[in-house]
């Protein structure tokens, strides 16, 4: 098992608060990853005014609620779970699949390797390539696939290097894995963000394949991360059954119900986010890439790796830089395979974009 490092998540405000005596409330996140517009207005007014459905349990079954979420997908109803968010979810089918060997793409998020690791698996990780840009070579990586191995993780686009994979070699990926009985988790936290999102989105693989199950929320481009609204596709209807027989009733409350009933309806707010996440992303990625002293990483998502090329740069030290000036960034030395020459921030809106240009650049 590699080992991770302690690090400053982006909800981890109050340790910031303690260790440089800045109030939270003052500080902004470009660790967290969220939508800089924050919960929309629209979202706002209605649970305002539906406060009231708290006095009864929301439907078991979450009918409407899924049936929004399959509109805004574009895929069958049924082929829907509901969770507590992502992680729930992450939780209810490592425990399903009771994985003995799984294989991530790495550096990634933590979380996979923990669950994996409390049902008694062992993990291995795949490291995705610096020199390569962190892009996965696709013929390489299933050249190492073998029958030993029962889960597969991917996270789509990654977290923390913001590449992503191609459906078309998803499904090349895909087919490989059927030969091995590998199931395939896909982690599609920030697939919304991309610029080229039906180019990665891999929800359309599930009408073809059984061996695959793709993970959302709202945490992320809803900016609802205390919502605690996840939900998982599939059309593998033996998974589902398995999860809905295992799984809590009501895990989804009635508030948080209403909330995804109108944000996937929402499409002034989600236009008004790809708009500001995709301007923002091209102005950032061209300013990095113009400084000898930074080395970038094409993103896809909300967010962007960086790597420090200058000697005198340090993660530690940025990191410190900026929090003094109330900017969170994330010091990627905790991640596997990385190191303190490593760096991940989110897009927020231009003007605090520039305020951490200037700070980051200085």
Known sequence: MLQHKDHFHGSDLEKIEQIYGIKKEEITS????????????????????????ITTYPDREYTSLRKCIADYVNTDYENIIMGNGSTELISLFIQIEHPKKALIL???????????????????YYPLKEEQGFCLDVTHFTSQLNENIDLLVICNPNNPTSTAITQKDM??????????????????????????????????????????????GTSKFFAAPGLRLGYAITGNRDLIKAINTRKNPWTINSLAVIAGEIMFKDTDYIQKTRQLISSERARMYDAFSKDSRFKVYKPSGNFMLVRLMDDTLTSELLFDRA????????????????????????????????????????
Not at 30 to 53: E, M, Q, R, W, Y
Not at 114 to 123: D, F, K, M, N, Q
Not at 185 to 213: G, H, K, W
Not at 326 to 345: G, Q, V, W
């Open 30 to 53: 470009f660790s967290a990853n969220v939508n800089p517009l924050g919960v929309s207005p629209l979202l706002k007014t209605t649970l305002a005014n539906h406060i009231d459905a």
């Open 106 to 124: 790495g550096p990634t998020y933590s979380e996979y390797e923990r669950e994996i690791s409390l049902g008694g698996g062992t993990c291995l």
């Open 171 to 216: 499904r090349t990926i895909l087919d490989i894995c059927k030969q091995y009985d590998i199931f395939v988790m896909v982690d599609e936290t920030y697939v919304e963000f991309a610029d080229n999102y039906d180019e990665i989105d891999s929800i359309p693989l599930t009408a073809f394949y059984n061996n695959i199950v793709i993970l959302r």
């Open 323 to 362: 929090i003094r000036e109330k900017m969170m960034i994330r010091d990627c030395s905790t991640f596997p395979f990385l190191d303190n020459k490593y760096i991940r921030f989110c897009f927020m809106n231009p003007e605090m974009n520039d305020k951490l240009l200037e700070c980051l650049m200085r």
